[in-house]
């Protein structure tokens, strides 16, 4: 039976949260900006998207790196999956650059959780390390 303690689960929830709290706040400054009449398509509405999908999938994953969560990223893979599959479906191809940004970004939470996955397995190795060495005897030299 696997045993997760109780802090380890409340970290990944208030990651799941707060992630999800950042991807409603950046969909909702866009909704912000497309209802006060800015034509974001005239002004580079494909450029603009890209760049806001690069600086959340960014911080997204500095925040992953620094707090060891990996809850976090996997909100914005799930949120970038979203926007991957809709711009295929519905717009056949049509703006390359966001579902380009949008998949990139996946790739790298998914570099980010799976670094997050190595150090935490090679600090638990080196725990163990240190346990089995403080506890064996040292040879001396006869």
């Known amino acids: ?3 997760v303690r109780y802090d380890r689960l409340m970290s990944w929830a208030f990651g799941i ?5 950042t991807v ?7 909704v912000q900006v497309a209802e006060s009449g800015v034509n974001l398509i005239s ?4 450029a ?14 500095i925040v992953t790196v620094l707090t060891r969560n990996w809850t976090f990223s996997a909100v914005g893979i799930w949120a970038f999956t979203g926007i991957v599959i809709r711009q295929v479906s519905q717009y056949d191809g049509k703006y390359m650059l966001v579902t380009g ?3 990139m ?4 939470m998914i570099g980010s959780i799976a670094l ?7 600090k638990e190795n080196d725990t163990v390390d240190e346990i089995i060495s403080a506890q064996s005897p040292e040879v001396l030299p006869g």
């Open 24 to 30: 409603a706040s950046i969909a909702s400054i866009f």
């Open 105 to 108: 970004m996946i790739i790298v």
């Open 1 to 3: 039976m696997v045993m």
């Open 48 to 61: 603009f998207a890209m760049i806001a999908i690069v600086l959340a999938g960014a911080l997204m994953t």
């Open 101 to 103: 940004s949008a998949l």
């Open 17 to 21: 949260y707060t992630a999800w709290i």
């Open 116 to 122: 997050i996955a190595y150090r935490n397995t090679r």
């Open 43 to 46: 002004a580079g509405g494909e």
